[in-house]
């Protein structure tokens, strides 16, 4: 049985499995849940690199295809002809399924929507950081109950918010959440010219409570998160007095000193916080634009690195309509 699963930026898709019946080897032909996998690697709970495998043994394996759902039953068989027919298969069946699951929707709508009894399913498109995160909040949002209106999550899956996602949205009139990832400025480009809402959360039952009030007619009041810039980390400097200094270049909007931050790395939130201090060249800024460089510290962290993004936000407060 798949325990949890996730896309590595180094290994791609992989999968915690655990051994029931048999032995599961290296190089084992396997068909995990949809998905055929050619066992490339396998690491016990020690981080040791095993070849083999016995019943009650957990196990990491990469060479998957893509991300499995946890709780996905996965099988060995002797030849890799009847893993890849098997696997093939399941894909055909589940891609039917959600063909039989079309301009994009917004709370807006729904909420007008609802109003006039128009709307029977709310279509959601759900990405996560773990394969566990998006179970347990799929299964959060299919246990909202209100009479004569039901959820529908049409795609869910592990990983950064994709353009894909965002073209299924606006062909299914679905809406896009994203619970502790982030999408890049190419993906919020092609939001936009889909006009596609993606609503990002990182406490679930924030992101329950917003799909139940909508689905209520309750549009209260909320506090959004405007984001007002980004900037890519291009150098590290430590200083003993400092710590860690991010040298960074401003890619879109602004940074500003004190302003909320998401350090995201591969798509993923690392860390949530502050920045402690801005700096162009020696002196103090209090706002950096974009193609600017600057340099900067995060209040209580130190783990920067060449390549992360610096997500810089706002909290607004909207009114509903």
Do not use: W
Not at 159 to 177: F, M, N, R
């Amino acid at each position: 049985t798949v325990i949890e699963a996730s896309l590595d930026k180094n290994e791609g898709p992989k999968a915690t499995l655990l051994v029931q019946n048999g032995t599961l080897k290296v190089g084992d032909s396997v068909v995990i849940g949809n998905y055929y996998c050619k066992v490339r690697r396998m690491v016990n709970e020690y981080r040791q690199n095993i070849k083999s495998a016995l019943p009650s043994c957990p196990v990491v394996v990469t060479g998957i295809e893509d991300v499995p759902t946890a709780g996905d039953a996965f099988m060995a068989f002797a030849d890799e002809k009847s893993a890849r027919e098997i696997s093939e298969a399941r894909k055909l069946k589940a891609r039917d399924k959600n063909l039989n699951k079309s301009s994009a929707a917004s709370l807006n709508d729904l909420f007008n929507q609802i109003h006039d009894g128009e709307i029977q399913n709310i279509k959601i498109i759900l990405r996560a950081d773990l394969q566990g995160s998006v179970e347990a909040v799929k299964a959060s949002l299919e246990k909202i109950q209100v009479e004569g209106v039901k959820i529908n999550v049409i795609h869910a899956a592990a990983g950064a918010i994709t353009e894909s996602d965002i073209v299924l949205a606006s062909a299914s009139k679905a809406l896009v959440y994203g619970f502790n990832v982030r999408p890049d400025a190419k993906v919020r480009q092609k939001a936009n010219e889909e006009k596609v809402e993606i609503h990002l959360h990182s406490i679930i039952y924030a992101l329950i409570e917003e799909i139940e009030s909508a689905m209520k007619g309750m549009m209260k009041p909320v506090e959004k998160e405007v984001v007002i810039g980004q900037a890519e980390v291009r150098s590290i400097f430590k200083a003993s007095k400092v710590g860690t200094i991010a040298g960074c270049y401003v890619t879109d909007g602004c940074l500003k000193r004190d302003c909320a931050i998401r350090l995201i790395r591969d798509g993923i939130v690392v860390y949530t916080g502050k920045i402690s201090s801005l700096k162009r060249f020696k002196d103090d800024a209090s706002v950096v634009k974009k193609d600017f460089e600057c340099g900067l510290t995060i209040e209580n962290f130190n783990d920067e690195k060449e390549n992360d993004i610096i997500e810089a936000y706002e909290i607004q407060l909207v009114e509903r309509k």
